[in-house]
């Protein structure tokens, strides 16, 4: 009998902010594969590039702006740097992770494209804040080069940022690359940070400004795989919301009509809670005796066995 297939999404926690912290967090995330590799899953990872797409564009930009002989890289190509220098920590430790646990199975990075609308609504309204804080003098450049920017303060800081559109995925295009090798019984890793967003223009692909929610990804990602769960990890147990009342309020054990009744009320945070819950409700209601798991990334294994995490189903019996 074949293993069952899993879709794991890390989130950004298990990254940080600085190469060491990034090793370091992902051996927690290797831990989390491990166990769901001894709990007779075949899986397929995805994750977040925040902040990491937002380093590099960062540092592209500046070192344009040291040499105008240099062009500034277009988010595109930052969305694959991020792929490569994540998949090449994540891969390494889950590696090592395996073979610490007498387990040999191959773990594979896929630079991941995936198509979007052109006309997909988000490139009208754009919400994904990336980059460095500028100055007034730099963000009226950036708009007369046509980008979106918006003044925020926060604790590192306040000014200009830009900020860029966030579509929907439509189509993952290495998609039969991925199922080879899941079929071959490795490990993959793919669609890094919602996978690189491109438009298709006749035979070629040209990279969008853009970046892709990662969790939406995940939910497109593990339905074309026909994958029996769909895992997405984070720091909390479960994800929580306030009611009407202003209470807040756990979610532990939802059905689908539950979790699109709490869609429809506008009860979820549209930037953190809101993405999960929809990607997960989106992957488990078109096909029968789905899962979706959302949990704390160091209690994966448990959450597997339903024992924690907020868990969307759609059982038949």
Not at 48 to 69: C, H, W, Y
Not at 191 to 220: M, R
Not at 275 to 293: L, S
């Amino acid at each position: 009998m074949d293993n069952k297939k899993i879709v794991v999404a890390l989130g950004r926690n298990c990254f940080g902010n600085t190469f060491p912290e990034q090793q370091e967090r992902v051996k927690k995330a290797a831990n989390a594969i491990a166990d769901l590799v001894e709990e007779k899953y075949e899986v397929v990872i995805t994750h977040s590039n925040g902040p990491q797409v937002g380093m590099i564009q960062t540092a592209m930009t500046e070192f344009a702006r040291l040499d105008p002989k240099n062009t500034v890289a277009p988010m595109s190509v930052c969305s694959a740097m991020s792929q490569g220098y994540i998949g090449y920590d994540l891969q390494n430790a889950i590696r090592s992770e395996l073979l610490n646990r007498g387990i040999y199975k191959p773990v594979s990075t896929i630079i991941t494209q995936v198509r979007v609308d052109p006309f997909d609504k988000a490139f009208h309204k754009p919400s994904k804040v990336i980059g460095r804080y500028m100055t007034k003098e730099e963000a009226d450049i950036e708009e007369h080069k046509g980008n979106y920017v918006t003044y925020e303060e926060g604790k590192d800081g306040s000014g200009y940022r830009r900020i860029i559109a966030s579509p929907l995925p439509v189509d993952i295009y290495e998609i039969d690359s991925i199922k080879a090798l899941v079929d071959a019984k490795q490990i993959v890793i793919a669609a890094g940070g919602g996978g690189i967003p491109v438009l298709q223009q006749a035979q070629a692909l040209k990279g969008a400004s853009a970046i892709i929610e990662k969790d939406y990804t995940a939910s497109k990602l593990a339905d074309m795989l026909d994958a029996d769960c769909l895992m997405i990890l984070t720091s909390n147990d479960y994800v929580d919301y306030t009611d009407a009342n202003g209470e807040k309020k756990e979610l532990s054990n939802i059905t689908v009509e539950e979790a699109n009744k709490l869609i429809d009320n506008n009860l979820l945070d549209p930037l953190t809670t809101l993405p999960k819950i929809e990607a997960c409700t989106r992957f488990v209601e078109t096909k029968p005796n789905r899962m979706a798991v959302i949990t704390n990334v160091l209690k994966a294994k448990s959450g597997i066995r339903g024992h924690i995490g907020t868990i969307i189903s759609n059982k038949t019996e």
